[in-house]
């Protein structure tokens, strides 16, 4: 094979000038452009026919087909797989790479054969030569054989010369890059070539066309008009939505031409199932369905986060219940390094890709999707005036908050910034009119649906009524809990917790008992003879806890416990549909108001609402696994760690005096008086 290729880089030097010389297109386009084109010869050493040789060595037998691979090698090509393997393994010990040679198959992957010992070598990791050498030479080859017009071969050709000359000064690094790409793709060594007839002997000899710098080749009118088609090429609100989810699903930049085309039937039953087995959504619930996944108030929180860690200001790093793992609070502590970057992109890029996701399955309203996606846009463009802006932030989130369990995208995201084909350099990034993808709550009210606490998951949302699935889901978990069949009895029985609650079955029937111990053995005696209902025995165990004072029953204010039902209540009532937008503010106005009469911060709050669970919680032998459960979850919502676990540690409690330093960024929620923007 070596020999062969020996011969092949021989010939190519004189080929590669009379290709240019019998292209049709030179004059039009420019001589010198044609010279990126290098297309191997037949092995008798002459240019073989452009569409035969399209169609043997490409399989390229459409104009559509010659398109999407161009569009593919300029933004992707093979070197994205190389690049990102080289990136893993710099970061790995020896025997790890060694481990993952072994495990990665050659068959599969023949650059596995090589990769490692360049990584340990040192050589030079840069081969995208090898993709935008290719991408002139395919212009060349779909202009002579008529998929292409004049102006489309020259756009592509053009492209082509800028990317290259992006990467390299002169040509003989960038012909050594081009070895190397040839190398990967073989999966054997083609860098040492015959003396003779390498690169850079051709280079010095006299009268050869790259005696002309790479600058030099393209005119800067024909690289306006080459960036203009480019972006032409992928100017529709598709392919923005397209580069962000490509991102976690590289495979999407197959589709570059038109990512709106018909799919397989196999790919668009994979979308349908990741829908609904990993996001339970489904297609009858509509697009609307999506915006529970637009998470406003969690950027919010992860910029205030790091407004303070850039600070040095910190939640506690232990507590009464227990203190944070170390890696959890290792994990807060990287947020200093993302304060400078907006943090909305680290959940907006899995809202797109949940998006693009359900463009795919082909079941939902196409218009509702993008009116989605047109919103998404605006708000991103908004909040990252360029795509390298969005793609740092990006990028220094993910290393701040990288998924758990899961591989990690900052060798993706490091990719896309640097490397200058990538589509995100190439998508339309100019703003519509200001709009979310969904409504803001106001600080206030995240505030206070952070009152729920633990109770329950964060409301990172302003809550809307749900689809038809989790409103059955959360009417059961209602009925259950609390035999609550209607929207009259929900509201009824959160006035109640807010006006009495338990706090004041506790005043009344338990309270008495500590002024008289005589009197409360007695009751316990008479409870622990004979048969008894589960009632008797809850009140026993009850009166059990106000004796031993079981975590501070006697003293803590329990307060929180009917706080924290009341708004977990209401948010259920409004997801339900049984509470309108303002009947829910309401309710969220009185627990915050509560909360301020009754305590003094998160701390007293946390202690209040662990007693309340424990004083309260019926018969069960998994108490303790319970309690143990609460007090870890306490852990993490008083210390901020891990991040999104909880959201106190960003948010003052009500009433208190603010202790925050202002976030740098728009994306926060309305009515913060510290935000300076």
Request: net charge negative.
């Given at each position: 094979m070596l020999d062969a290729l020996h011969a092949w880089w021989g010939q190519q030097l004189e080929l590669c000038t009379a290709n240019s010389r019998s292209c049709p297109l030179s004059a039009a386009t420019g001589e010198d452009l044609w010279h990126l084109g290098i297309a191997c010869p037949t092995p008798e050493g002459r240019w073989p026919d452009p569409g035969l040789w399209l169609a043997q060595a490409w399989q390229i037998h459409a104009r559509e087909a010659l398109v999407d691979v161009m569009l593919w090698l300029a933004a992707q090509g093979e070197r994205q797989r190389w690049d990102i393997d080289a990136a893993g393994l710099k970061a790995m010990s020896v025997p790890k790479r060694l481990e993952w040679q072994q495990q990665t198959s050659v068959e599969d992957a023949p650059h596995a054969a090589l990769l490692p010992d360049w990584v340990a070598a040192g050589e030079p990791l840069e081969w995208a030569a090898w993709d935008w050498l290719r991408l002139a030479e395919l212009a060349w080859a779909g202009a002579c054989c008529g998929y292409l017009s004049e102006a489309e071969a020259g756009h592509f050709a053009g492209h082509a010369a800028e990317l290259l000359h992006a990467r390299h000064d002169d040509w003989q690094s960038l012909l050594q890059a081009y070895l190397r790409g040839l190398s990967l793709f073989c999966g054997a060594d083609c860098r040492e070539l015959d003396p003779a007839i390498q690169p850079p002997a051709a280079l010095r000899a006299p009268g050869r066309p790259w005696q002309r710098t790479l600058a030099a080749l393209l005119e800067p009118a024909s690289r306006e008009a080459s960036r203009a088609a480019m972006r032409g090429y992928r100017a529709t609100l598709a392919h923005w939505l397209q580069a962000l989810a490509g991102v976690r699903d590289p495979e999407l930049m197959l589709r570059q031409r038109e990512p709106r085309l018909p799919l397989p039937e196999p790919r668009r039953r994979e979308a349908e199932r990741y829908l609904e087995e990993v996001l339970e959504l489904y297609a009858d619930e509509g697009a609307g369905a999506l915006k529970r996944y637009w998470l406003p108030a969690q950027a919010h929180h992860l910029n205030q986060m790091a407004a303070d860690a850039v600070h040095g200001l910190h939640a506690p790093s232990r507590t009464p219940f227990g203190r944070p793992s170390r890696e959890a609070l290792a994990e807060r502590g990287r947020l200093s390094q993302a304060s400078r970057h907006a943090a909305t992109v680290h959940m907006a890029e899995k809202f797109a890709f949940y998006l693009h996701m359900a463009m795919d399955s082909r079941g939902f309203d196409d218009a509702a999707l993008l009116a989605l996606g047109e919103s998404l846009k605006n708000c991103l463009c908004h909040f990252y005036a360029t795509?390298?802006?969005?793609?740092?932030?990006?990028?220094?989130?993910?290393?701040?908050?990288?998924?758990?369990?899961?591989?990690?995208?900052?060798?993706?995201?490091?990719?896309?910034?640097?490397?200058?084909?990538?589509?995100?350099?190439?998508?339309?990034?100019?703003?519509?009119?200001?709009?979310e993808p969904d409504e803001r709550p106001s600080l206030r009210h995240f505030t206070a649906m952070a009152l729920v606490g633990p109770l329950n998951s964060i409301a990172w949302r302003q809550p809307e009524p749900e689809s038809r699935r989790e409103r059955e889901s959360i009417r059961t978990w209602v009925e259950e809990h609390y035999q609550l069949h209607e929207a009259e009895e929900l509201r009824g029985f959160v006035d109640t917790l807010l006006e009495a609650g338990d706090r004041q079955e506790y005043q009344i029937n338990y309270a008495p008992y500590t002024l008289n111990r005589a009197r409360l053995d007695d009751e316990i005696a008479v409870l622990q003879t004979g048969d008894s209902d589960v009632e008797e025995r809850n009140h026993r165990l009850r009166l059990e806890r106000v004796r031993d004072n079981e975590d501070g029953c006697n003293e803590r204010d329990m307060a929180a416990w009917d706080i924290a039902q009341a708004v977990d209540l209401a948010i259920a009532g409004r997801e339900l549909g049984w509470l309108d937008q303002a009947q829910l503010a309401g309710f969220l106005e009185r627990a915050y108001a509560l909360a301020e009469n009754h305590y003094g911060g998160w701390q007293e709050y946390a202690e209040g609402l662990y007693t309340g669970f424990s004083f309260f919680m019926g018969e069960t032998g998994e108490r303790e696994s319970f309690l143990a459960g609460l007090r870890q979850a306490l852990v993490t919502w008083r210390c901020g760690a891990p991040v999104l676990g909880g959201a106190w540690a960003s948010l003052d409690f009500p009433g208190s005096r603010p202790r925050h330093f202002a976030p740098l960024h728009i994306d926060t929620l309305p009515g913060d008086r510290q935000t300076l923007h």
């Open positions: 795509p390298t802006r969005l793609l740092a932030a990006w990028l220094a989130w993910e290393r701040c908050l990288p998924e758990p369990d899961q591989a990690g995208l900052e060798h993706d995201i490091a990719w896309h910034l640097n490397d200058p084909g990538s589509i995100f350099h190439w998508v339309d990034w100019q703003p519509g009119a200001w709009q």
